[in-house]
């Protein structure tokens, strides 16, 4: 069997456990362990199974991953997620199309101290859902714009992806944070301008007028925990305080002590915090391993190097060979998760991207390409078949047909197509604030 052959026997196995609704994580194990074993045999198997995982998950620095959604669940449980939406709705409410406006806003906010998009696209939308809909909009524009703003939990850091890319990469975490943060802000102001777009050029989706919530002391003391918490873990991370991993804890720690002045965090939600950042954990941490294994498999038919090989010499523009592969990431996005199209193809992509000639040091291609690889992974939170958090949204707006849910996300998978080319076209976007990480 040629190793073409082979590598297409793995990706088709895994596909096709994939439609039999087999956890991906087992997908992809059981594929890799396949091609593993028609090639290296079965004792090897064995052998690399017995040392992998504990190879694996003795690494100090996946602890950043949970510490990092038990801080975002703090965040969820503690009711933070109210005093967002008052602030940012009153800052907002004044345009129009201003409340969805506001929505991104809190949306942005959160995941500034959630890491997760499902979370944030959840939590926002149960206070401002009902907002919304009371006030005039339409079930297309509410959901889509919460499905689209939950999209913002992963491109504003903290981000879970981010930190999965930088260790598969052996990229610095401070710096793919720093990166992230203006191709973040571009996000949140594109949304808002589609918003903005939208309601003018399609009537009858957003009230014409609405009298915009005051802007309180009480609505500004209600984000001060917020901002503080944020201040904390990315102020000490930059400022040399403490690592990712510390600064991850730190702002677990604080998420919780700003949930209990609240007084919104009681046993049952503080166990529930725990156990919902095990799940999530262990997800994760499974398909690492089942990733490891079929990347493992795909390493011994030796076809990613041969592919890095070949893509270099065609001689093709680096721009044009970065655009192809983004392209598969959006097709990859209709069967998969984000963490799971990371872990898979990054070892297969990333040396292909590092072989290619930019222009730029090497460090500032990896840290682009990150950002390149998480801005279109975005893509398949939103976009049919699949768009998660289309599901997570609609799944609590009731009477919302689905159609109607896919349909107002457009105008946002518009505004991502046109953020993703301007970061493709201009690197130095992404790459203004990592000069200023030491």
């Known amino acids: 069997m040629t190793p073409a052959l082979l590598t297409l026997l793995i990706f088709g196995l895994m596909l096709l456990l994939m439609a039999l609704r087999v956890p991906i994580a087992v997908a992809m194990f059981a594929a890799g362990a396949a091609g593993y074993g028609l090639q290296a045999g079965w004792l090897p198997l064995a052998s690399f199974l017995n040392t992998q995982a504990f190879a694996r998950f003795a690494s100090y620095d996946l602890s950043v991953i949970p510490l990092f959604i038990l801080m975002g669940n703090f965040a969820t449980q503690g009711g933070l997620s109210r005093a967002l939406f008052d602030f940012a709705a009153a800052v907002m409410g004044r345009f129009r199309g201003g409340l969805a406006m506001g929505a991104v806003l809190a949306c942005a906010a959160f995941g500034a101290i959630c890491g997760s998009s499902v979370a944030t696209a959840a939590t926002i939308t149960q206070v401002a859902l009902p907002e919304l809909r009371k006030h005039g909009y339409s079930g297309r524009l509410a959901t889509g714009t919460l499905a689209a703003g939950g999209t913002l939990g992963i491109l504003i850091p903290p981000s879970v992806p981010l930190v999965v890319y930088a260790i598969l990469t052996e990229q610095n975490i401070a710096k793919l944070f720093a990166a992230a943060m203006v191709p973040g802000l571009i996000a949140m102001l594109g949304y808002m301008l589609a918003i903005a777009a939208y309601v003018r050029l399609v009537p009858g989706h957003a009230p014409e007028q609405m009298a915009a919530p005051a802007l309180t002391g009480r609505a500004l003391a209600g984000i001060l925990p917020i901002g503080i918490v944020f201040l904390v873990v990315f102020g000490g991370i930059y400022g040399g305080l403490f690592t990712p991993t510390e600064g991850a804890a730190v702002g677990a720690a604080a998420t919780f002590l700003a949930a209990l002045l609240k007084r919104e965090m009681n046993w049952a939600k503080f166990q529930e915090c725990f156990y919902a950042t095990a799940v999530a954990s262990a997800m994760i941490f499974m398909i690492f391993l ?109 009477g919302v047909p689905i159609a109607e849910s896919y349909r107002g996300v457009m105008p946002f998978l518009i505004s991502d197509t046109l953020r993703t080319l301007l970061l493709l076209f201009f690197p130095a976007i992404s790459l203004w604030l990592v000069g200023f990480v030491g």
């Open 290 to 398: 089942g990733a490891d294994l079929m990347n493992s498999a795909l390493a011994l038919t030796q076809v990613p190097a041969q592919l890095a090989s070949a893509v270099q010499g065609l001689g093709w523009p680096p721009l044009v060979v970065v655009g192809g592969i983004l392209l598969l990431y959006v097709l990859l996005g209709a069967v998969m998760d984000e963490l799971s199209m990371i872990l898979l193809t990054i070892p297969i992509f990333f040396p292909v991207v590092m072989g290619l000639d930019f222009g730029l040091p090497r460090e500032s291609v990896a840290i682009w390409f990150g950002i390149m690889v998480l801005m279109t992974v975005g893509f398949g939170l939103l976009a049919p078949p699949v768009g998660l958090n289309v599901y997570v949204v609609n799944s609590m707006a009731p």
